[in-house]
């Protein structure tokens, strides 16, 4: 009785482990949850470099079929081309964030490895991609892409010049769930003085629709823009100054919320940074009301005035 006993316990758990075991290197359709268990969660921050890329991907193999049974062809191909032909794809990672989960892979075709992140929502479904790096670069920098905790995905490259100066172009990428793309919140180089006097807006050309939407400037370095959120008293905005009197600057990327008929405020859970906005007119007032120095020099503070800026006439 024992023996049979042992016998059973040993088939059940054999069977167990064929069901779980499931393959993502055929054609046969696949579970989500079966597809999202083959990433294992990155911890972050991370840095990924295009010498590494390979020995940083999960030996498991995803066949083209399975990806595009979670992802179109239109990102794909974007990737892979329109006829992908010996095509490898590994896992990489996963970050769970509260609205999205955030898919790394490894595609490898031609002898030629890319690192691209997919994003999709709660109940994930795919929304939108993009390539980060890969591994056949030929300009004498290094490449990598750097990802925090928000996450933000920095593809930069670099290289020393004349013996000791370090030439670098970082560009910040991140995910805007109400637009559903990923933007650039982070243009820094210092190989083009003409990129340096220019600051770029993440938020351009986002909507700007609602009630308070809109440019407010005093000039080409000091402004706030502001855009429709996802609800009508919730905005995006992003606001730069420079203060030449003590060679100061700040910047804020992040969402205000309207608490009174005219009263906005920024504040997020973690950041001891709040922001008061106070709308009248044609102006917005922006006072700092918590500790934001974080996003500021140490000698200034986000207080000030601007006047929106009228929208151009649209052609008929």
């Known amino acids: 009785m024992y023996r049979l006993y042992c016998v059973l316990l040993l088939l059940a758990f054999t069977a167990g482990c064929k069901s779980g075991d499931k393959s993502l290197a055929g054609n046969e359709p696949v579970s989500d949850d079966d597809f999202f268990a083959a990433f294992s969660k990155l911890a972050l ?8 890329m390979l020995r940083r991907a999960d030996t498991t193999t995803i066949s083209y079929a399975v990806f595009n049974q979670f992802v179109p062809d239109s990102a794909l191909q974007k990737i892979t081309g329109k006829t992908p032909k010996k095509l490898s794809i590994h896992p990489v990672g996963m970050i769970k964030k509260e609205n999205e989960f955030y898919l790394l892979a490894n595609f490898t075709q031609n002898k030629r490895t890319k690192l691209a992140v997919f994003t ?7 929304r939108s991609s993009l390539e980060l790096l890969h591994d056949k670069y030929d300009d004498g920098y290094r490449h990598y ?11 930069a490259k670099e290289k020393i010049a004349d013996g000791s100066q370090l030439l670098y172009t970082r560009q910040g990428y991140a995910f ?3 637009a559903g793309i990923f933007f650039v919140v982070v243009n820094d180089s210092n190989e083009d003085i003409k990129k340096l006097s220019e600051i770029l807006n993440p938020l351009d050309t986002l909507p700007r629709k609602n009630k308070f939407s809109g440019d407010y400037v005093k000039d080409k370095k000091n402004f ?16 730069h100054f420079e ?6 600057t700040g910047e804020l990327k992040g969402e205000l919320v309207i608490v009174a008929d005219n009263k906005g405020i920024f504040k997020e859970t973690g950041d001891p940074c709040v922001i008061d906005f106070s709308f009248s007119g ?3 007032k922006v006072k700092e009301q918590g500790s934001c120095g974080n996003h500021r020099g140490i000698k200034c503070y986000f207080n000030d005035s601007y006047t929106r800026k009228k929208e151009p006439k649209k052609k008929k």
């Not at 706030?224 to 905005?235: F, L, Q």
């Open 45 to 52: 921050p991370t840095v990924y470099a295009d010498t590494n």
């Open 120 to 126: 999709f929502d709660k109940q994930k479904k795919f």
């Open 145 to 155: 892409v750097s990802v925090n905790k928000e996450p933000t995905f920095s593809v």
């Open 176 to 178: 805007n769930n109400d």
């Open 224 to 239: 706030v823009s502001i855009r429709d959120g996802k609800a009508p008293n919730k905005y995006l905005f992003f606001t």
């Open 243 to 248: 203060n030449k009197s003590n060679d100061c």
């Open 282 to 284: 044609n102006t917005v």
